[in-house]
């Protein structure tokens, strides 16, 4: 009888004891990507140029997986009684994504079939370039700016 107060009296106190707030995820600076991705031209293979590359090949795909979720929620919303307007806005959507692929809203498409180790070798540059960096603090401002700026989907034709 003593064993299972013991234990009650253990679990009140654990049930009791305050948890701190969970705390967010601490964006990666600038900086730090530099000094990862600075090795990856002489040393690919090591821990920092893993890093370099996992990084740059994590943010695309969470960019892709993000903007194909959002398309077809968009496209879930539209799925009820739509006006003609909302049909052909959705047509368009459906046809932007075949064409240009899930990134197409993230304003860069890198196509198919294209290395990683090209787009890590062009986000590396830029990284590298004062000019292309500018006053960026976050990584994610400057990948995000250079797959913009090296991969961008082709204007709509029209049609």
Same mark, same amino acid.
């Given at each position: 009888? &003593? /064993?299972? !107060?013991?234990?009650? /009296?253990?679990?009140?106190?654990?049930?009791?004891?305050?948890? @701190?707030?969970?705390? /967010? +995820?601490?964006?990666?600076?600038?900086?730090? #990507?530099?000094?990862?991705?600075?090795?990856?031209?002489?040393? @690919?293979?090591?821990?920092?140029?893993?890093?370099?590359? !996992?990084?740059?090949?994590?943010?695309?795909?969470?960019?892709?997986?993000?903007?194909?979720?959002?398309?077809?929620? +968009?496209? /879930?919303?539209?799925?009820?009684?739509?006006?003609?307007?909302?049909?052909?806005?959705?047509?368009?959507?459906?046809?932007? #994504?075949?064409?240009?692929?899930?990134?197409?809203?993230?304003?860069?498409?890198?196509?198919?079939?294209?290395?990683?180790?090209?787009?890590?070798? &062009?986000? +590396?540059?830029?990284?590298?370039?004062?000019?292309?960096?500018?006053?960026?603090?976050?990584?994610?401002?400057?990948?995000?700016?250079? #797959? !913009? !700026?090296a991969y961008p989907c082709a204007p709509e034709d029209g049609g």
């Amino acid at each position: 009888m &003593t /064993a299972i !107060r013991y234990l009650s /009296a253990i679990t009140a106190i654990a049930l009791a004891t305050p948890v @701190p707030s969970a705390v /967010a +995820v601490e964006a990666l600076s600038t900086e730090e #990507l530099i000094s990862h991705c600075a090795v990856y031209e002489s040393n @690919p293979e090591g821990s920092d140029g893993i890093f370099c590359v !996992r990084y740059i090949q994590g943010f695309i795909d969470g960019a892709v997986a993000t903007d194909e979720r959002v398309t077809y929620n +968009v496209a /879930a919303e539209y799925d009820r009684d739509e006006t003609y307007t909302e049909r052909a806005i959705r047509t368009r959507l459906g046809r932007s #994504l075949e064409r240009y692929g899930p990134s197409f809203y993230a304003e860069f498409c890198l196509g198919e079939p294209l290395p990683l180790a090209t787009v890590v070798r &062009t986000i +590396v540059d830029d990284l590298l370039d004062p000019q292309r960096v500018g006053g960026s603090a976050l990584a994610r401002d400057v990948v995000y700016a250079t #797959l !913009r !700026r090296a991969y961008p989907c082709a204007p709509e034709d029209g049609g």
